[in-house]
């Protein structure tokens, strides 16, 4: 009985010990310091796509998937700090499937995604899977060349604030908003109280001045393809089919994944089998996988749901969010 007693509390020792490896191991080099002679950031792993799997130079695939928040020390700008930590990489193909998110997040990655050109002077293809539109056209102004697949929807240029009011709903349940103020607009915004002409104003300022700066960015990010006035003619918020954003110059390419990673080394001058193509996913914990692998995609992170529930203005196509 008592070896039996034994051979359990080594069992239990051991799984403990088991799972505490696991646990270090995921957090790796957070505990350890930075083990890579290339300093590149351990939350986020390498698979290997295509190309040349024998080949020292690599073509980047960077992803920007879903609404679009700010997030300093999120998966997208650890994708931009790799490819700034690693002088293997020759040019990038920004992968876009999003329908847009917040003018701050989008103003932001692509803040760092020209940083990111301009440090490591490559160039950098945009591909846009099933849609790309408003905050996801916005980022793709950094490319040299962007590529559309047949069945993209891009455009939504325009400024959105989401605003409600529910005041007439509370009023009927008896909830009456009376909070405590230091100046008279201090509650603008608030979904308890109807909005004033002189809010509605103040707001559509707001709106007014970032659409100047997304249709700066578009006639900057386009070059000599789109003057300001096309610019201004194609900023009414409509979503365009990939046959008319060709058209209509907003995208240069029609063609899929692959095609634009063959352009990407084409401007990097690089012959196909002088590469490989690196997708960048994040490594998760041994936890997070085992809770990835039950419930995939069931809930969005307490940040992004505060993120999207803030009055704050949107470069989001609202027709396209799932």
């Keep these: 009985m008592f070896a039996l007693f034994c051979f359990f509390l080594l069992g239990i020792v051991g799984i403990c ?60 700008a650890r994708q931009i700090r790799r490819v700034l930590a690693d002088s293997k990489i020759k040019a990038v193909v920004l992968r876009v499937e999003s329908p847009g998110g917040t003018m701050a997040g989008s103003d932001y990655y692509l803040h760092l995604l020209k940083k990111m050109k301009a440090e490591r002077e490559i160039p950098i293809v945009v591909s846009m899977g099933s849609v790309a539109t408003s905050g996801g056209y916005y980022v793709s102004m950094v490319g040299d060349e962007i590529f559309a697949e047949p069945s993209t929807i891009t455009g939504s240029i325009g400024v959105i604030a989401s605003l409600f009011d529910a005041s007439e709903l509370f009023k009927k349940i008896g909830i009456e908003s009376t909070p405590i103020i230091s100046g008279e607009h201090k509650a603008m915004g608030s979904f308890m109280k109807p909005m004033s002409d002189e809010e509605r104003a103040i707001w559509q300022r707001l709106i007014d001045e970032n659409f100047g700066r997304f249709k700066d960015v578009i006639v900057e990010g386009r070059r000599a393809l789109l003057s ?37 080394g084409d401007l990097a001058d690089l012959l196909e089998q002088e590469y490989r193509v690196v997708q960048y996913m994040p490594k998760l914990s041994f936890f997070e996988s085992m809770l990835e692998s039950r419930v995939p995609n069931m809930l969005l992170p307490n940040r992004t749901l505060s993120e999207m529930t803030t009055p704050r203005v949107y470069l989001l196509c609202p027709y396209v969010v799932p």
């Design 17 to 76: 010990v088991l799972v505490g490896t696991v646990m270090i191991l995921s957090v790796g080099t957070d505990v350890f310091g930075d083990l890579s002679s290339e300093r590149l950031d351990n939350q986020v792993t390498e698979k290997m796509i295509g190309g040349n799997d024998k080949a020292e130079n690599k073509i980047a695939v960077v992803s920007i998937e879903g609404v679009i928040t700010s997030d300093s020390d999120g998966f997208i």
């Design 228 to 264: 300001p006035d096309e610019v201004n003619h194609l900023a009414t918020g409509q979503i365009y089919t990939a046959n008319e954003a060709l058209h209509h110059k907003l995208v240069d390419h029609l063609g899929f994944l692959d095609e634009a990673v063959e352009r990407a």
